[in-house]
């Protein structure tokens, strides 16, 4: 994976660098131990299974967080979105908008 790769997927790495002190090779560790790592994707699909709007809003919160750190654009968006819908715990069928989540982490999973 490089800066280039992450860029042409719509990574803000001017801002995924500079969180990173411009230290690239830092910064690429932190964006592959990210993406290799699925507990909190797994988390959220349990909860989102069990109707627990509660864990699966601090779930999405947690995976919110870390893709902003990471400038993760593509899947910050996509998680930002479930997150709001979460914070007002909005009685609804999410597997649609999850699976657009693994989608994106999953392509950029493919680029390491």
Not at 47 to 67: P, R, S, T
Request: hydrophobic share 45%; with cysteine; charged share 30%.
């Amino acid at each position: 994976m490089t800066l280039d790769d992450l860029k042409s997927v719509g990574v803000d790495i001017e801002d995924g660098m500079a969180r990173c002190m411009n230290n690239e090779a830092f910064y690429i560790k932190m964006v592959n131990m990210f993406l290799a790592d699925g507990s909190k994707f797994d988390a959220l699909k349990s909860a989102l299974d069990a109707g627990d709007l509660n864990d699966a809003f601090e779930q999405a919160h947690a995976l919110k967080g870390v893709c902003a750190n990471l400038a993760l654009t593509p899947l910050q968006t996509r998680i930002s979105e479930i997150t709001e819908l979460l914070r007002s715990r909005t009685e609804m069928d999410y597997s649609d908008k999850y699976q657009e989540i693994i989608k994106c982490w999953n392509e950029l999973k493919a680029l390491a």
